[in-house]
């Protein structure tokens, strides 16, 4: 998992809103990152939808980590995906690429 999390701050922490540039989170200590949170699970269900559509990618994704996250409301919404400040969501087809790299051992330190 460690390879997985420093590929993330590589490629998206890098370029994330909330990051300093450096591949460091900014994010106050009273809010936390889905991302960093629910690694393992995000992992899982990227390699559990690998090959299929990046729909059924996302579909899993509001399953099984949306659904159980505080933020997501009874009837599916969620205040932070609608106003573009959950970098899960955000950074969601980012994120689906780095798992793949580290999967298939691809990945390079290209900025
Ligand atoms: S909010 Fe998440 S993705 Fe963005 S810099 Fe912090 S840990 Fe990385
Ligand atoms: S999109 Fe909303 S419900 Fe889903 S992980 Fe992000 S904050 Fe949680």
């Known amino acids: 998992m460690e390879q997985y999390w420093s590929l993330i701050q590589e490629k998206v922490c890098r370029k994330c809103i909330d990051g ?23 992992v899982r269900i990227a390699r559990e939808t690998q090959g299929g559509s990046y729909e059924d990618s996302v579909n899993a994704l509001r399953a099984g980590i949306c659904s159980r996250c505080v933020h997501q409301l009874d009837d ?25 790299e580290v999967h298939l051992g691809t990945f390079t330190n290209a900025q």
Do not use: H
């Open 76 to 100: 599916g919404s969620c205040i932070l995906r609608s106003t573009l400040e959950c970098a899960l969501d955000r950074y969601y087809p980012l994120v689906l690429d780095v798992i793949d």
């Open 20 to 42: 300093d540039g450096r591949g460091n989170c900014r994010l106050p200590s009273t809010l936390t990152c889905a991302l960093k949170e629910s690694l393992p699970e995000i």
